[in-house]
């Protein structure tokens, strides 16, 4: 009885604490941060009440009535101090989880009321709420947005002789956010669109000249209902929603019916790109944030993004707005958009895509559906050259170390594309890529994980043409050993990917191969951490992959922790392993025989992988071919290979001198050293041919 006692006090405690609250926040005319500490206390007790109903509690929900719902979301007004509309999102958020179904009706009963009355506070409350819950409850709001009449009620609101800023602006707001969806930016499409391009054609400053003219005793406050004319604010924003409606329409189909011959006059998308690159160029933060939405989604197209690239000015300020922005903004997400769009390369396909992408083409229209020109590599690839020179690498990297989660990716997707360039892999490692994708593979979340793969890619890329002493050298505070991790988590293929792609693969194990040119202590750390993936690709089908694979084990037995792993000849596991390194060392491609051949010349420089050569059937035939080899780098190798064995000493030397004679060693090796021309084939031949022969 004391337990349930107990209970039911702390259940009135949190009712009596949430009308206490209410009755604060109702009062009006507390200071914003009296304002924010209330919102927030509020939000505790929403977000805690989940919890509390789980354990048999009654819901603090039960004492929340309309006006208490009012409360809240007219704190959600564009008239109230950002600070306060930011904390007030997070309540209404916290509440419409806790009330459920309820919650949801309450707001329903809330937009509906606003509308109908139809002042223009009432307008601006609706709008404004509409606007933030979109990315909260999609579904509820975009069923109260798409409720019958609603969307062709804002037609004549807007074109009202008599003009309200605010109502204007919050309507735009709600339609900005409403676009996000696929259903409500297809009625946007049809019921708005008329009147966004007639917001944006009309010249405020013609209009003005007419209303003196008609008038000239009249008095013009902007801003104010008494203004004919749309604002400049109002037109920047309804050009980012006409924007958003362009952008992500099909292109047409090359034998759709033909247009009457007389169209209407509409805005471009061209139109609206040079509108929001002029809107940028101001150098003002006026319009600013509108300028960068509009043209994160007008460089969609590839002909914008050809022209924004060809404006040297508009990238340097496009560049020069990402460094001023906040880490974690929307102004900063926008920037970023621009130039991931700008850089991105059209997806790679293999025979089996191409060939259903054009039965997928043929099967939507009578004809196939080119892919635009201006998105092949070598435009993409130019497009990266020219945003790289603007200046963009030092402003992701600073962006970086602050950033969300959302805004790095995008900067690691812009490093990726950067980076297939090979002439400029160099520069930005000079200006801090390396360490921009060292910090985001280990920042993003695992849930990321095809941000972390690309993260990984583009710094195997970068590694590969560079030289690791260069990179990881002098005063770097990151150490030579924080990139193997990244690069060995891409050895394997993606599992999520649909089509198996094995250029991570491949670029992740040349980028090794040349970190295991430096020290054993890299060495060693790859050995630990990526010796079995390493091990896999040697038997790869794909001819590149090998070679990659065992090119990197011949820099890693520079290391005795991979001799160890080849030179117990009694182990099985280890004479398979020496067994796949000769295989690869009579491969047909060359630069896996030449590759398997110096992992070779290295190893048979210890007792243990001589004895494991002696007892593997067609060993010494394998070694002997390589001195053979029309190449002299491979006749080189093989004669070092030959060379190390006749030349050890006790009984393993011996049996080697004898098996090789007995396999015409003496006649290959005299043929090896008649056709070689550099000095070191020729010697180390001799030599061989001299430890033979003395025995014989």
């Known amino acids: 009885m004391a337990t349930a006692g107990a209970s039911s006090a702390g259940n009135l405690a949190r009712k009596d604490q949430t009308l ?20 927030d206390e509020l939000t505790k007790l929403l977000n805690d009440d989940l919890e509390a109903v789980q354990k048999g509690e009654e819901s603090i929900c039960e004492v929340i009535d309309a006006d208490c719902v009012d409360t809240i979301l007219c704190y959600l007004d564009m008239r109230q101090p950002d600070i ?3 904390h007030a999102t997070l309540t209404t958020s916290a509440y419409l989880k806790a009330s459920g179904e309820d919650g949801s009706k309450k707001l329903q009963d809330f937009f509906h009321h606003r509308i109908n009355r139809g002042t223009y506070d009432d307008y601006i409350v609706a709008f404004c709420v509409a606007a933030v819950m979109f990315p909260i409850v999609p579904d509820l709001t975009s069923q109260l947005f798409l409720s019958e009449g609603f969307l062709s009620s804002l037609g004549p609101l807007m074109r009202r002789k008599w003009k309200s800023r605010k109502v204007e602006t919050a309507c735009l707001e709600m339609l900005n956010a409403a676009c996000l969806n696929p259903a409500c930016r297809e009625a946007v499409q049809k019921y708005c669109t008329e009147w ?6 009309q010249d405020p400053e013609e209009v003005v000249k007419a209303m003196y003219a008609a008038n000239p005793d009249v008095s013009l406050n902007q801003g104010s209902i008494s203004m004919r004319r749309h604002s400049e604010q109002v037109q920047n924003l309804a050009a980012v929603v006409l924007a958003k409606l362009k952008a992500v329409q099909p292109p047409p189909s090359p034998n759709s019916e033909a247009e009457p011959r007389i169209q209407p006059a509409t805005t471009s998308i061209e139109d609206l790109t ?29 002909k914008i993004k050809e022209d924004l690239s060809k404006n040297g000015e508009f990238l340097k300020q496009l560049v020069k707005t990402l460094e001023d922005a906040p880490p974690v903004s929307p102004l900063t997400y926008g920037a970023l958009s621009i130039f991931a769009n700008l850089t991105r390369y059209r997806p790679a396909q293999t025979e089996e895509q191409k060939r259903i992408s054009e039965l997928k083409a043929y099967a939507n229209v009578a004809g196939r559906l080119e892919p635009d020109p201006l998105d092949d590599d070598e435009q993409v690839s130019e497009r990266c050259k020219r945003v790289f020179e603007a200046g963009i690498t030092p402003a992701l990297v600073t962006h970086s170390k602050n950033g969300s989660t959302a805004s790095l990716s995008l900067a690691v997707s812009i490093i990726y594309s950067l980076s297939v360039t090979k002439s400029i892999r160099g520069k930005l490692a000079q200006q801090g890529a390396v360490r921009l994708l060292i910090g985001a593979w280990s920042a993003l979340p695992e849930t990321e994980s095809q941000a972390r793969r690309t993260a990984a890619q583009a710094l195997a890329r970068i590694l590969i043409a560079t030289n690791p002493s260069l990179v990881f050298g002098g005063s770097r505070p990151y150490p030579q ?12 293929t993606d599992p999520a990917a649909d089509t198996r792609d094995l250029l991570p693969t491949f670029e992740a194990l040349m980028a090794l191969t040349n970190l295991a040119s430096t020290d054993d202590d890299t060495r060693n750390l790859i050995i630990r951490t990526a010796w079995s993936d390493v091990e896999e690709q040697l038997l790869s089908s794909n001819a590149r992959v090998s070679r990659a694979a065992v090119e990197l084990i011949c820099n890693l037995v520079q290391s005795t922790d991979a001799v160890a792993l080849y030179a117990d000849f009694t182990n099985p596991k280890t004479k398979n392993r020496l067994h796949i390194l000769l295989a690869l060392a009579d491969a047909e491609d060359e630069g896996t025989r030449s590759a398997a051949g110096g992992a070779l010349a290295t190893l048979t420089g ?19 071919g390589l001195c053979s080899d029309d190449n002299e780098d491979l006749r080189h190798r093989g004669a070092f290979v030959i060379y190390n064995m006749v030349a050890a000493e006790g009984e393993t030397g011996k049996t080697a001198r004898a098996t090789i004679r007995a396999a015409k060693g003496v006649e290959i090796l005299t043929e090896c050293a008649k056709k070689s021309n550099r000095p070191e084939v020729v010697e180390i031949t001799v030599q061989a041919l ?7």
């Open 20 to 39: 206490l609250l209410f009755a604060r926040l109702m009062e009006g005319g507390q200071e914003d941060e009296d304002t924010v500490k209330g919102l």
């Open 84 to 86: 306060v509309r930011s």
């Open 196 to 201: 966004l391009e007639e917001i944006i054609d």
């Open 274 to 302: 040079k509108l929001f690159t002029k809107m940028l160029l101001k150098e003002s933060d006026h319009g600013k944030q509108n300028s960068v939405e509009g043209l994160a989604y007008a460089s969609l197209q590839p």
């Open 481 to 492: 050993s924080s990139a193997i991790r990244p690069l060995v988590s891409i050895i394997p």
């Open 606 to 624: 210890y007792d243990g992988v001589i004895r494991g050569i002696l007892n593997r059937e067609r060993g010494i035939d394998v070694l002997l």
């Open 690 to 696: 001299k430890a033979l022969l003395e025995e014989a």
